[in-house]
Every structure is written in C-alpha cells, then in structure tokens.
C-alpha cells in the first residue's frame, strides 16, 4: 500500500512584510482550488498572525502541541488542528508570545511529517529571522520559495541568503518577485535582479495584484484567490500561483 505524503512548502524572506503570510494564505486558496487537503503550521512563534488573519478563535496552539508532544505518550493531532473550511486546516502560533520560546526545536519536524501524512499540502509561515525555527523548517521542507520585493536592501539580503544556500548545495527553492506588496517599489530591472542573485526569477506576481482594498480583506478574512472572481480580474497572477501550485504537487497533482 502506498503510504500518502503530501509535499512540505515554506514561504521565506530575510525581511519582514514582503508578503510571506498574505501569500501563504492565498497558495491555500489555489490549493482549495484544485481540490488539495491543506493545512498551514504558523511558525512564526512571536508574532504569528494566520489565526488572527482568518478570524479563528485558538483553543490550543503549536506551543501546546510541542508541549504535549514532549509529556503525553499519544498525542491526538486533531485536538490541535482548527477548521478553516473543507479543505483547509490551520495549527496556530502561541496564543501567548511568552511560550513561544518554549516550543521545542526538536518537534518540528516531526510535526511537519506529521501534517504530510495527512493532507496534500503542508504550508508553512515563518518570521524573516533567520532562527533555529526557521532553519530546522528550511531544512525539513519538500519546497522552499524565497519572496521578494523589487528593492535594494530585499535582494540583497535575498542575495546572501542565496550564497549560503549554494554554499551547503540546498537546492530546493524558488524565487518569487513579489511585485504586488507594493508596486511603486521597481529599482531594480529584472535583469539587474537575476545577475545580483545569481539565479533564474521562477515566478513573478504582478503590480495588478496590489490589493486596494487588502484591509478590508484582512478585517473580513477573506481568502482573495478563492473569491469566484479572482482567475478573471486578476487572470495572470490567478495563473501564476496554479503554476507555483502545480509545480510543488509535481507528478502528484491528478491523484
Ligand atoms: N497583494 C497585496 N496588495 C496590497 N497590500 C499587500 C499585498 N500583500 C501584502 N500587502 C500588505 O503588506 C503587509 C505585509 O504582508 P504580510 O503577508 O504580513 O508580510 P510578511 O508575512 O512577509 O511579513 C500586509 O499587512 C498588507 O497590508
Ligand atoms: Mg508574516
């Protein structure tokens, strides 16, 4: 019997607010789309925000999970999951950002197979630190795809986080330029961008995804690439993310 294992995604950047959460959130969407079993794990301990995002009341969280995972012999993972709707389920960062620095290190990545076991898709969020969290989720992944924005202090930090990657032979990531998170931001021409990080730009979502209305979206917890009219106002980026979406399912996508 086959065993299932759905692929492991992280959304990274060394910098804060480029987009990594709205994004996560709106690849869930497009996996909804395609009828994939997602769930996101936010491991973005200190100021984790799916929850809060998606108007979810937390009754256990990730710090409770790793908690339980370290004391109680069998540990139910449901009791940790919160339902989002049929396709998409969240584990939420610590309620209380005083526990954050208590989850172990050492659960990640068993949390991480865990989810994969189960769903299609394991999405996760992290903090732009470069931390112990974030390295062991790097580490873990199936997927890494690395955000930025088209400013100097972005791609250049994306620059060296590249040559370290190239360093240890990591090659299990992506590029997006974000163009979208604000598109005033051009400084860079792609050419200028694919010389200073020394690689191939694989996806770009486009200035046409600025959302004006992103707060209104955010107050409500509207997932945008679910809304019926987001593949004809925003046609491109829409096919944009099924791409990125159909490439992290590989050959796995029609099963
Ligand atoms: N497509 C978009 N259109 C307009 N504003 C955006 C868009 N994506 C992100 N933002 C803005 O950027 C802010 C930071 O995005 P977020 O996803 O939280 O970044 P990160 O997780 O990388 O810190 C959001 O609060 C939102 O106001
Ligand atoms: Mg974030």
Not at 18 to 47: C, H, M, P, Q, W
Not at 89 to 118: G, L, M, Q, Y
Not at 177 to 193: A, E, G, H, V
């Amino acid at each position: 019997m086959k065993i299932k294992r759905g692929k492991s995604v992280c959304l990274f950047s060394p910098k804060g607010g480029v987009g990594k959460t709205i994004n996560t959130i709106n690849l869930a969407g497009i996996f909804e789309v395609l009828g994939k079993r997602v769930i996101i794990i936010d491991l973005d301990l200190y100021s984790g925000d799916i929850a809060t995002y998606l108007n979810k009341k937390v009754r256990k969280d990730i710090y409770d999970l790793s908690l339980d995972l370290d004391s109680v012999v069998e540990v139910n993972i449901n009791n940790y999951i919160i339902k989002v709707d049929d396709y998409i389920d969240i584990i939420a960062a610590p309620v209380d950002p005083r526990c954050a620095s208590k989850v172990n290190i050492n659960n990640i990545e068993e949390i991480i197979n865990r989810c994969a076991s189960r769903y299609d898709v394991v999405l996760i969020d992290t903090n732009h630190a470069l931390n112990e969290i974030s390295l062991s989720v790097l580490q873990t992944v199936d997927n890494i795809l690395f955000l930025t924005k088209n400013e100097p202090l972005d791609i250049k930090g994306l620059s060296n986080l590249i040559n370290l990657f190239d360093e240890y032979e990591y090659t299990n990531y992506k590029i997006i330029l974000n163009n979208s998170r604000d598109p005033f931001k051009d400084y860079f021409t792609l050419f200028d961008i694919k010389k200073i990080l020394k690689h191939n730009i694989d996806y770009t979502l486009s200035e046409e995804l600025f959302l004006k209305d992103i707060d209104k979206y955010i107050m409500d917890s509207v997932i945008v690439t679910l809304d019926k009219k987001f593949s004809e106002y925003f046609f491109k980026d829409y096919k944009t993310f099924l791409t990125i979406a159909t490439d992290i399912l590989g050959g796995d996508s029609s099963e």
